[in-house]
């Protein structure tokens, strides 16, 4: 195989794709604050007829409270251009229900608001018999809400998740996430619920269809989440270096999870992006960046000298995209997740 799964584009993003399937924390936002050049990118991706739809596995913010937030950190918003797991959950149950559907709804406000929009029954206990229980992430959520999920699940009626996050990021480290507390439910009924949220891909492939999408693009800063449900919901995708993953995951990409495009910021949606390219004896180029794997390191050409990313390294976006050529086809070609060891130096990406 000689492509990479990093491609190329003539034109700049905002200009091929019509959507872009934006995620939230880490791509536009980092709690109180716009990610640095992320409101300016959007507003011209606007002008430039880029149609933005902003997708979240929170639950339990209604798209109104999300969009208000977006548009107070300058980045004027519209609660149609949000997409909830929540809305994605309840889309799901509406599809396969019928006259006889009647919804547990254990969370907060936002879901109960998206599980009537869908013209969903709601039900407040088990003893009202429901046939479907939708759990999604509340803070105030306590043992006696789990518990009625429990008494109605083992009564028969089944179990459908927002999302699977095991973690929520807070201001004092990791918390629980939806999924951890899903996980309680489970362990006591042992019933296995089905979920909307990324990394599934219904999320996108409904945030795309209400967006009108034609070719849409996922824009995230986590490969397990958002990169990996562009690739269930076969949409491509741009990894920007924002968030959470960073150029040592990246280069541990496993092939269900890699993205598309590479950038720092949301800046890369106005600019061609280069394919790397497969050259002579393993080696990778883009444009001018050269770079191979080697003992299970990678090795970046600059110059008459080889930069060891094993050792730590600042790079230039295009020897980023040759290094995760060079070591997602090493991976491929030994038949495995990841060649590379665990992190050794760290590896930063030079930003203008
Ligand atoms: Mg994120």
């Not at 509406?94 to 029954?121: F, H, K, N, Y």
């Not at 496993?254 to 590479?262: C, D, F, H």
């Not at 949301?266 to 080697?294: F, I, N, S």
């Amino acid at each position: 195989m000689s492509d990479s799964a990093l491609r190329g584009c003539d034109e700049p993003l905002q200009v091929s794709f019509d959507v872009a399937l934006l995620d939230l924390d880490g791509v536009v936002y980092r709690g109180d604050h716009a990610v640095p050049h992320a409101p300016t990118a959007l507003a011209e991706a606007r002008e430039g007829g880029m149609l933005m739809m902003f997708v979240t596995n929170n639950a339990s913010r209604t798209p109104d409270v999300v969009a208000r937030h977006l548009t107070d950190l300058g980045m004027p918003t519209g609660p149609e251009e949000v997409t909830t797991a929540a809305q994605a959950a309840a889309r799901m149950v509406a599809e396969s229900a019928d006259q006889d559907t009647r919804v547990l709804a254990i969370g907060g406000e936002g879901l109960r608001q998206a599980l009537r929009a869908e013209g969903l029954t709601l039900v407040d206990t088990a003893d009202d018999e429901p046939t479907v229980v939708v759990q999604g992430l509340e803070k105030s959520l306590s043992w006696t809400d789990l518990a009625e999920a429990t008494y109605a699940i083992l009564a028969g009626a089944s179990h459908v998740a927002t999302n699977l996050d095991s973690t929520l990021p807070t201001d004092r480290g990791l918390a629980l996430g939806n999924g951890s507390l899903v996980a309680a439910v489970v362990h006591a009924t042992g019933v296995q619920p089905r979920a909307a949220g990324k990394p599934q891909p219904e999320i996108f492939q409904q945030a795309a269809s209400r967006a009108g999408a034609r070719h849409p693009i996922v824009v995230g800063d986590r490969l397990d989440t958002d990169l990996a449900g562009a690739r269930a919901a076969g949409y491509p995708g741009l990894h920007v270096l924002t968030g959470v993953d960073g150029p040592a995951e990246l280069l541990r990409a496993r092939r269900a999870e890699r993205p598309s495009y590479l950038g720092t910021d949301l800046r890369a949606l106005k600019v061609a992006h280069p394919a790397p390219q497969r050259g002579e004896g393993g080696r990778w180029t883009c444009r001018d960046a050269v770079a191979q794997v080697q003992d299970q390191t990678v090795l970046v050409r600059r110059g008459d000298s080889e930069i060891d990313l094993d050792a730590g390294a600042e790079l230039t976006l295009d020897e980023l995209r040759a290094a995760c050529a060079a070591a997602w086809a090493a991976s491929d070609e030994a038949g495995v997740s990841t060649v590379l060891p665990a992190p050794g130096g760290t590896v930063v990406v030079a930003s203008d």
